[in-house]
C-alpha cells in the first residue's frame, strides 16, 4: 500500500464496506483488500506508523519462516526487532536487511512490535503465550506454528483436532490472533514473493476485521495475495492435513480448493 493511501486513511472513520474476499474481479480484491488495511489502520489504536513509514514488527521466532518474512518486510520499509534466545546469533543478518532491524530477546521483541510475528515450533507456543501474552496484550498478533506430533510432542494431536485456531487463541489471551503464512512452504516465500502474473495466495483466518486487514497489508508487503478465509475457527481449512497445505497455490486456485469462489 502507497504511503498516500494510508497517511490519507489515518484519523479518518472506517467507510462501510465489505471485507470480502471473494468477490469481484482480482484487482478489485486487491483493491478493496488494500482500502480496509489502510482504514483499519486508522482505528487500531496502538498500531503506529514507524520512523520509516511501516509498521513496527517484533519477530519471536526467526529462523526459515521468521527470517524469510523479516527480508521480505524489511525490502518492504518496516522496522523491525527479530529475535532470537541467541540473539547475537542474529547480528549477520540484522547487519544485511539494514538500518531497519534491530535485534533482541523474545521479549524485547514482543514488546516491540506494534505487530508480532510469532514463528516457532507450535511445542514452544504455550510458553511464549505464558511469557509474552501479556506483553502483546490488544496487539495485533500473526502465528504461523503447525502442530507436528514428531517434533512437538503430544500437544499436537489436540490442537489439530480443534484446529490451530482455537488451539493458538488459547495459548495466547488478549492478543488479536491472525493465523497466516502456516501453509506457504518458506522456500516459495523466498521464490515466488512479488512475482509476475498471478500472485501466490497466502489464507488467513482472523476474529478481529482490524487485525486481519493488517495482516492482509503485510501479506501484500511480502509479495503476495492474501485470501482470507474466515474466523478463527476457519484456520483447520489450512492445516496440516487440509488439501491446501504446504503448497504454493495461486490465490485463484487457493480460493477454488477451499470453496471460496461464487
Ligand atoms: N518451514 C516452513 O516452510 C513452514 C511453513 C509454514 C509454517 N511453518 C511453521 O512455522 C513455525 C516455524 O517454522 P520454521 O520452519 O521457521 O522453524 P525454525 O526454522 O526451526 O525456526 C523456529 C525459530 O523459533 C525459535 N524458537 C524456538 N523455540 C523458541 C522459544 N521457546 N522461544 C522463542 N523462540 C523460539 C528458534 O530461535 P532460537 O533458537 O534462535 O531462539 C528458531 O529460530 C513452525 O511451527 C512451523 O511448523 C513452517
Known amino acids: 500500500m502507497s504511503a498516500r493511501i494510508r497517511s490519507r486513511s489515518r ?6 464496506f465489505p471485507c470480502d474476499p471473494a468477490s469481484g474481479s482480482p484487482p478489485d480484491r486487491r483493491r478493496r483488500a488494500l482500502l480496509f488495511a489502510a482504514a483499519a489502520l486508522a482505528v487500531l489504536p496502538g498500531v503506529a506508523i514507524g520512523a520509516s513509514d511501516g509498521f513496527r514488527i ?22 523491525l526487532l527479530i529475535s532470537s534466545r541467541h540473539p547475537d546469533d542474529l ?9 531497519n532491524v534491530r535485534v533482541g530477546t523474545p521479549r524485547e521483541a514482543a514488546a516491540f512490535g506494534d505487530v508480532v510475528l510469532i514463528a516457532v515450533p507450535y511445542g514452544a507456543l504455550p510458553q511464549v503465550g505464558r511469557d509474552y501474552a501479556g506483553l ?22 489436540p490442537a489439530l483436532e480443534r484446529g490451530t485456531g482455537v488451539a493458538s487463541a488459547e495459548y495466547l489471551p488478549g492478543v488479536r490472533l491472525v493465523r497466516v ?3 506457504v512452504p518458506y522456500l516459495a516465500l523466498r521464490s515466488e514473493a512479488h512475482r509476475n502474473g498471478e500472485r501466490i495466495g497466502v489464507p488467513l483466518a482472523a476474529d478481529d476485521q482490524d487485525a486481519l486487514a ?9 509479495g503476495f495475495e492474501p485470501v482470507p478465509v474466515g474466523g478463527l475457527a476457519r484456520a483447520r ?26
Open 237 to 262: 481449512d489450512f492445516d496440516v492435513g487440509s488439501p491446501v497445505f504446504g503448497r504454493a497455490l495461486t490465490a485463484r486456485e487457493l480460493r477454488q480448493a477451499l470453496g471460496l469462489l461464487r
Open 136 to 157: 502483546m496484550a490488544r496487539k495485533v498478533v500473526l502465528e504461523t506454528g503447525n502442530p507436528r506430533r514428531e517434533r512437538d510432542g503430544p500437544m499436537a494431536t
Open 91 to 99: 547480528k549477520p543478518l540484522a547487519a544485511r536487511l539494514g538500518a
Open 181 to 183: 503464512f502456516t501453509s
Open 214 to 222: 493488517v495482516a492482509a497489508r503485510l501479506v501484500e508487503d511480502a
Open 58 to 79: 517484533g519477530i519471536i521466532g526467526t529462523g526459515r519462516i521468521g527470517g524469510a518474512l523479516a527480508e521480505l518486510w524489511a525490502k518492504a520499509g518496516h522496522e
Open 11 to 16: 484519523g479518518h472513520v472506517r467507510p462501510d
